[in-house]
């Protein structure tokens, strides 16, 4: 299974294409918030852009902090996403090491599923789906 | 039936109180420009000062803003210190999103606070800190201290602000946007200085249900649009070189001000073009919040501060307009030096074109024994950068005399200390034009006196015949084009896309069937609201002149036409009498 990398984010132009485009698609929302990726600016835009997103963990600890299994582990890393599950406890956004898990005002999570929705629109070709190496993708002891 | 009013946030800061008005009709008034007029004919005082502190200091945006590709502008209304009439400038950044999501079609600054202050406009968050400890601080350090006084929404949320100029009540200060954007023209900047607003925050943290009520025809037509954007050859052009790549075009047919427009080519022109700048200083370029095409042109500036290689280095934007008026216009033929003047103007928050303009004036008043040395301080000549950067410091901060009467414009200035027939001044200090004749009447005439107020440069590139009746049909046509695009709010990047049809398709995706069917007569109307605001605000088209040294100008077409110019103004101001004319209703009601 492929992933979302933003790796190339130092073209970013900061035109949040990939976030409006994320939302609009996936979570059919009209905003650049609750989207599985969004861009901040580092401090002022002359130190440029960096993405928010999920790195694709295996084991994920937002799925470990998931009470219901509405986060659950999706093979080759990162979550699959049951809304219906969900019982908005927030503890997701927390557990995530990279603040990739957003909650709206509902504390209803708002993750990328790793589906690259988002790359064509990125006019800078900063984003890329691509396989997650197999010596990464569980780390320490897993890997033996 | 959908709610098509407009939501409205008016702060007032005399009371640190603001109210949130259900105002207008989307139907009626758009957004963008109909919407900042509308709002000024009900909250402005059209007979007080622009410095009245009730004056009303508006940002609004359109109906379409945020829900497809370059519908990414905010336009400001307002009293202008310049003429003192009804005015509007525009911007991108990431204001407009900024709106957007933070849920207000426009922001409305209102009354006057006791100290200086940021105010701070959220989804849930209306408020104001004390910013008077950053009264007199320059443009990017002011941008710097409110990106930690105001932490949070970082990447969603936009600050505008002003310089010096601003606070000295310049006629020409901007308010800068998000670094690299500004409220140029016509002294925005001043009105939030008088108002006593150093800077002002909105952050777009609210989240919104998609427009419309079919989310999957709304994302395909998106996606169209999208890619119609960033595919044709057209963007290519805004993207690429950018802007700047008309320098050499312009020297070329003999239109690019030079030397305060003694000039209109020059030899040295290679120094500033826009290959140049691409080539030796372009190191990225960004965007206005949800445009894919990022035509906003970065260079580096690499100063020399001390023997021995100590650099510092900055970022600069740079497009057409700014290389023309601290590059050719005074005679600084060099890439490098021109972003330093750039940097300059930046950071005392002054509108480049007028400033640079301005210097022109100076410089050749100065040349010509009208001012004096003690007057202009610096050695003014042209091509002497280091001069004209220091120059730039005197005007930002009105530093004597003459620097004030400077900073109040080319016109101001030149009818105090002489030398009207060299001061390029068509309404405002000139933009970067020397076409001909329809330019020349189109901005001293047009409603923003600027260039893209109706696409006059460009006819004038083409063979026409000279006839005043069509040009100022023309005019007419083409600033109502205009008008549906500012009211939306497009980028005017984007109008070779955004053509009727498409624009009829998007008002219906988001629910607006009404609109896209009266989407003429709507523009019309608002067409001419703005021009009853700016005759209501004491404009008299009749009152203003062409200096001679525009009638002295040559391009490739030859020699200046005195009957032709003349003619057409008087055709442009019957058209623009029509056009402002009050309405029926308004007659009987007074
Ligand atoms: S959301 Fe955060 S914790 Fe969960 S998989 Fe992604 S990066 Fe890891
Ligand atoms: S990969 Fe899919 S879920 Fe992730 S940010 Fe892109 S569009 Fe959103
Ligand atoms: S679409 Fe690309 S260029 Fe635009 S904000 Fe996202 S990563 Fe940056």
């Known amino acids: 299974m492929k992933i979302l990398r933003a790796s190339r984010m130092d073209r970013c132009i900061g035109c949040h ?27 002022g835009i002359t130190t440029g852009f960096e993405a928010r997103l999920c790195l694709a963990c295996d084991p994920a600890p937002c799925v470990t902090a998931c009470p219901t299994g509405a986060f659950s582990q999706r093979k080759g890393g990162g979550v699959l996403v049951k809304m219906k599950l969900c019982i908005q406890c927030g503890k997701c956004a927390p557990a995530c090491p990279v603040d990739a898990v957003y909650l709206d005002e509902k504390d209803q999570p708002f993750v990328c599923i790793h ?20 010596h990464v993708r569980q780390g320490g002891d897993v890997n033996g | 039936m959908a709610d098509t009013a407009f939501r409205v946030c008016i702060v007032h800061l005399d009371r640190n ?31 007080e000062p622009w410095s009245h502190p009730d004056q009303p200091l508006i940002f609004a945006i359109g109906c379409l803003t945020g829900y497809f590709p370059l519908m990414s502008k905010v336009v400001c209304g307002f009293k202008s210190p310049h003429h003192d009439q009804y005015a509007e400038s525009h911007a991108g950044g990431r204001l407009a999103l900024a709106m957007r999501f933070a849920g207000y079609d426009a922001v409305v600054l209102r009354g006057k606070a006791k100290l200086p202050v940021a105010v701070h406009v959220a989804a849930k968050i209306i408020e104001t800190k004390d910013a008077n400890y950053l009264w007199g601080a320059n443009a990017l350090t002011t941008g710097r201290v409110i990106r930690r006084a105001f932490p949070g929404a970082s990447g969603h949320r936009s600050i505008l602000r002003i310089g010096p100029a601003g606070e000295t009540l310049s006629a ?41 009520t ?57 120094g500033i073009s826009g290959e140049t700048f691409a080539k030796n200083l372009l190191i990225r370029n960004t965007a206005c919040a949800g445009c894919p095409v990022g035509c906003i042109h970065v260079g580096m500036l690499r100063e020399q501060f001390q023997d021995e290689h100590r650099f510092q280095i900055r970022q600069v934007a740079y497009d057409y307009e700014l290389i023309f008026a601290l590059g050719a216009m005074i005679g600084v ?97 000139m933009a970067g034009y020397a076409t001909g004749e329809t330019f020349f009447a189109s901005q001293s005439l047009s409603f923003r006196h600027s260039h893209l107020d109706t696409g006059a440069y460009g006819y004038d590139q083409k063979k026409h015949d000279k006839d005043p009746v069509k040009a100022t049909a023309y005019f007419v046509e083409d600033e109502r084009e205009r008008v549906l695009l500012t009211s939306l709010v497009s980028c005017l990047f ?25 989407m003429d007569k709507a523009a019309e109307d608002m067409q001419r609201l703005r021009w009853r605001m700016r005759l209501a605000t004491g404009y008299e088209p009749e009152k203003t002149t062409i200096p001679k040294r525009f009638l002295e100008v040559q391009t490739w077409a030859g020699k200046m036409d005195p009957v032709y110019l003349e003619n057409l103004r008087q055709s442009y101001i019957t058209a623009i009498r029509e056009l402002g004319a009050p309405l029926p209703e308004e007659e009987k009601q007074d």
């Open chain 1, 17 to 43: 294409s990939c976030s409006l485009a994320c939302a609009r698609q996936v979570h059919k929302k009209f905003s650049w918030s609750t989207a599985g990726i969004r861009i901040k600016s580092s401090g």
């Open chain 2, 17 to 47: 109180k603001a109210d949130i008005v259900s105002f207008g009709d989307k139907n009626v008034h758009i957004g963008g420009s109909g919407l900042a007029a509308a709002l000024f004919e009900t909250y402005g005082l059209p007979t």
């Open chain 2, 494 to 518: 984007a109008r070779g896309v955004f053509k009727k049809p498409l624009l009829a398709e998007c008002l219906r995706a988001v629910g607006l069937p009404e609109l896209a069917e009266n």
């Open chain 2, 214 to 270: 079919d989310s999957k025809a709304y994302a395909k037509l998106f996606k169209k649009v999208y890619e119609d954007m960033t595919a044709t050859e057209m963007m290519r052009k805004y993207h690429d070189l950018g802007t700047p790549g008309n320098v050499a075009p312009l020297n070329a047919l003999k239109s690019l001000p030079t030397r305060n427009l003694t000039q209109t080519d020059d030899p040295e022109m290679e």
């Open chain 2, 333 to 429: 033929m060099n890439a490098s030096d021109c972003l330093a003047l750039m940097d300059e103007v930046e950071k005392q928050g002054l509108d480049a074109m007028s400033a640079g303009v301005a210097l022109a004036w100076a410089t050749e008043a100065y040349q010509k024994g009208l001012l004096t040395r003690e007057q202009v301080e610096e050695d003014l000549a042209f091509g002497n950068t280091a001069a004209y950067k220091e120059a730039i410091w005197c005007l930002g901060h009105a530093k004597n005399e003459f620097y004030a009467d400077l900073a109040k414009g080319v016109a101001h200035a030149a009818a105090k200390y002489g030398g009207e027939d060299f001061a390029c001044v068509l309404g405002q200090e």
């Open chain 1, 115 to 134: 589906c690259g929705r988002c790359v064509d629109f990125c006019p800078h070709d900063c984003l890329e789906m691509r396989q997650k190496q197999d």
């Open chain 2, 172 to 212: 020409y200060a901007c308010i800068n946007v998000d670094t690299f954007r500004h409220f140029g023209r016509l002294g925005a900047g001043s009105v939030m200085g008088v108002k006593n607003v150093k800077a002002l925050v909105i952050s777009g943290d609210g989240d919104q249900d998609l427009p419309g």
